[in-house]
């Protein structure tokens, strides 16, 4: 199935069009709009034929005479359209090492993406283009691992066949294991050998065995082991063998996104995709950053250097807000990961060796008296701590001295130090007990952090909230949640506060029918709300059994469950079951977005920062940290330092624990 935007122009005439394109240019100042519309309505193989008519017919070349009549930006996309792939491709490599300094970031993409045909192409155009041997010209240009690797893919060797053997799988995945995380330094030759030989189909498999046995992606080790360019062409190797089209279309939303625009990337993608991909690349990037490719260009461009791009792009998907085959794979094969992962989760904060408890209290106890406060020795002690050695401090200090140490540390504390510090003294039941409490009582509601922690929590967890809650605030958890909410977002979280979820694991059956009931879009009947199926199913099933559910519901109607929540519902509830449904896919990552949203920008939501910093603690922070860096290209550490002032920032750090 052919998925580029550009197609053969019907009823073609190369002379015709030749000579259109002579009388858009001549005379003073030339039709733009009429070269545009021209060129982009013609295949690759009919303009290349034009640039032949329009030879025998003036005697002239229709590339010069492009590149005299038109300037800037439009001018560089036009020509580029004019020239076949594999010359197009040769140039971009030359411009990118001619001259002082290199363009790392093109050959790169390049390389990584082309296939075995398309490099030998690459090849032979750059010679007979610039009568220079290509390898030895990147080998002049590039030095060391990075070197060593474009040139294995300059070879266009990779393996094609499709068979795959799954013994060789398992080595390969031990080897690369063994070459990296394993070892002490990294044996970089597996990772060339590895990734620049086997086949597509086979490294997928790899990947996916790679992440059974080390519990993590193979990106994430890539960026542990590996560095400077070197490890970003082999990121981008990783992402082509998962998915082409999802590599290019994070690299257009790239250079898009942010001030200012990389014109030269978004001519080069939309260009060299636009008879290969441009469909699946359209897809793939509606899903990922929930607007079209179409809008975004037309947000980022403009005249007819944006008319152009829109051309080749071919047509808006927020319009019809239908997509499949690309888009729907690279999703299934994401709830396929999610089920097989064996993630071990892992806080930053463990129980310290050799505690002394009463010490402890006593170095509080000295940083709180006389005049002034040693933060310092504050935050040193609490951060360091476990939350249950924390609850030994406490009795410690009422043993020692009579004193209750939380009302000396609200005294002595104040601001956003104060909430981290208290917030890390009280037991984690406690603390969500006491934000639940804090979203519901006086004026307005703070839905979201109702939704946060009732989505996230798991039973043993939510039993012990509404135990403290009842504590704390003689009042049943359910009642005020029923009494602050309303409507399918009460029902919501009046479900998940039963803390009743199923634990069992996957039912095939049962999954295809629960899907099936989502899916449903047919059924009126008001007591069968689509809202009601889906709470009675992403409510009360088990994490295991809704990643299957998900992944039929992938199957039956080509959408991603997020997709059709986004479509069909609204508001807190829409909030609510996206929540859910990311904290099954991924709940580290869940929380690296939470956390990232409440620093990026203007201002910083503290109270978001700290409630998440302090819940997740002991539990996955440093799997947070890992997505963190994964999703946003910077660490968790440098972006609350860049953030936050102060002792507040010097606590935050300290519980982050460590840079990435």
């Known amino acids: ?64 005479d492009l590149k005299y009549e038109l300037t800037g930006k439009f001018e560089r996309l036009i020509v580029s359209l004019m020239r076949p792939p594999a010359y197009s491709d040769a140039k971009e490599i030359k411009d990118a090492i001619a001259g002082i300094g290199t363009d790392e970031k093109c050959l790169i993409e390049i390389l990584a993406s082309r296939t075995n045909q398309e490099i030998h192409n690459l090849a032979a155009a750059y010679k007979d283009a610039y009568e220079r041997d290509l390898e030895t010209d ?26 795959v053997s799954e013994d060789l799988v398992e080595q390969d995945a031990k080897d690369l294991l063994e070459a990296g995380e394993l070892k002490w330094g990294t044996d ?93 690349i359209r897809e793939v990037f509606r899903t990922k950053y929930e607007k079209s490719l179409y809008n975004m260009i037309k947000e980022d461009t403009s005249g007819e250097y944006k008319k152009t791009l829109l051309k080749l792009c071919g047509g808006d998907d927020d319009a019809a807000g239908e997509f499949f085959p690309e888009a729907a794979q690279v999703a299934y094969r994401m709830w396929e990961l999610s089920a097989v992962a064996k993630v071990e989760l892992r806080g ?69 130090l104060a909430k981290l510090i208290l917030g890390l003294m009280l037991t984690p039941a406690q603390y969500d007990a006491k934000q639940l409490r804090k979203a519901v009582e006086g004026a307005g509601t703070d839905e979201s952090v109702l939704i946060e922690i009732m989505a996230t929590r798991n039973n043993r967890e939510i039993a012990a909230i509404n135990e403290a809650y009842q504590e704390a605030y003689h009042k049943r958890l359910e009642d005020d949640l029923s009494s602050d909410t309303s409507g399918h977002l009460k029902r919501i979280l009046v479900s998940l506060a039963l803390g009743n979820r199923d634990e069992g694991p996957e039912n095939l059956t049962q999954a295809h029918e629960d899907a099936k009931k989502l899916a449903d879009v047919s059924s009126n009947d008001s007591s069968d709300s689509l809202e009601t199926r889906f709470l009675s199913i992403l409510c009360t099933r088990s994490y295991p059994h809704l990643r299957r559910v998900f992944q039929e519901f992938i199957k039956m109607t080509n959408h991603d469950v997020e997709h059709a929540i986004r479509k069909r519902m ?51 922070l440093l799997n947070i940290r890992g997505e963190f860096i994964d999703l946003f290209d910077k660490s968790l550490h440098h972006m609350i330092e860049k953030d936050t002032s102060g002792d507040y920032r010097k606590a935050l750090l300290a519980l982050c624990g460590g840079e990435d």
Not at 146 to 154: A, P
Not at 385 to 406: E, T, V, W
């Open 1 to 64: 199935v052919y998925r580029g935007s550009v197609k053969d122009f019907p009823g073609f005439d190369a002379s015709q069009d030749a000579e259109a394109l002579y009388n858009a240019m001549k005379g003073f100042g030339s039709d733009k709009e009429a070269i545009l519309d021209l060129i982009t309505s013609r295949s690759n193989k009919q303009r290349v034929e034009i640039c032949q008519a329009y030879k025998s017919l003036y005697g002239k070349d229709l590339i010069a």
């Open 138 to 163: 990147i080998v002049g240009d590039t030095s060391g691992h990075f070197k060593k690797m474009l040139v294995v893919l300059l070879q266009g060797t990779r393996e094609e066949d499709d068979v």
């Open 188 to 280: 970089e030759a597996q990772f060339i050998y590895i990734l620049g030989r086997r086949s597509k189909q086979h490294l997928r498999l790899v990947f996916d065995e790679y992440l059974k046995i080390s519990g993590k992606p193979i990106e994430r080790s890539i960026r542990g082991e590996l560095s400077g360019d070197f490890e970003k062409l082999m990121l981008a190797v990783v992402k082509c063998i998962r998915s082409t089209a999802e590599y290019f279309a994070e690299r257009l939303y790239k250079a898009m996104k942010g001030l200012g625009t990389r014109d030269n990337t978004l001519i080069r993608i939309m260009v060299s995709r636009s008879e290969i991909d441009m469909l699946d």
């Open 348 to 416: 930053t904060v463990q129980p310290v060796g050799g505690f002394n408890d009463d010490g402890d209290a006593q170095v509080l106890r000295k940083a709180m008296k006389g005049l002034g406060t040693d933060e310092g020795a504050i935050i040193e002690v609490v951060t360091q701590r476990s939350n249950a050695q924390r609850q030994q401090i406490l009795k410690a200090y009422k043993a020692h001295y009579g004193r209750d140490l939380m009302a000396d540390l609200k005294s002595e504390l104040s601001g956003s």
């Open 570 to 620: 609204s508001g807190d509830v829409r909030d609510a079951f996206l929540a859910i449904v990311r904290s099954v896919k991924n709940k580290p990552a869940f929380f690296a977005d939470k956390l990232y949203k409440s620093m990026k920008g203007a201002g910083t939501d503290e109270r978001t920062l700290t409630r998440i910093m302090i819940s997740r603690s002991e539990i996955d």
